[in-house]
């Protein structure tokens, strides 16, 4: 079974920078799509980021588009989200996830995702 597993999430001010990793094991993640995902409190996982298995294809939500860099390492089986600029609106528990033989075409929905991770705290202040 697939287990992924987030970090470096934490406490950053308005206009700072944070990357959260995320290792996977137990699978072929070289061919998984994966997703970063995030949820704050009483509201619906929304999407984040996604990169294509091979890395070639990148796709943002439109609310991080410009600040937020997706990127993977096969070699490490490592999937990482570069933060930039952070917001008040930005903080949440970000969840990374993997689509085994998922669609590019729809990567953004929740339902093209196998696996999750437990999550990382990201909190931005003032």
């Known amino acids: 079974q697939v287990q992924l597993v987030e970090s470096g999430g934490g406490l950053v001010q308005v206009g700072g920078s944070l990357r959260l990793s995320c290792a996977a094991s137990?699978?072929?993640?070289?061919?998984?799509?994966m997703g970063w995902f995030r949820q704050a409190p009483g509201k619906e996982r929304e999407f984040v980021a996604a990169i294509s298995w091979r890395g070639y294809s990148t796709y943002y939500a439109d609310s991080v588009k410009g600040r937020f860099t997706i990127s993977r390492d096969n070699a490490k089986n490592m999937v990482y989200l570069q933060m930039n600029s952070l917001k008040l609106e930005d903080t949440a528990v970000y969840y990374c996830?993997?689509?085994?033989?998922?669609?590019?075409?729809?990567?953004?929905?929740?339902?093209?995702?196998?696996?999750w991770g437990q999550g990382t705290q990201v909190t931005v202040s003032s």
């Open positions: 137990g699978g072929t993640f070289t061919t998984y799509i």
């Open positions: 996830a993997a689509a085994k033989g998922g669609n590019w075409n729809v990567a953004r929905l929740l339902s093209e995702y196998d696996y």
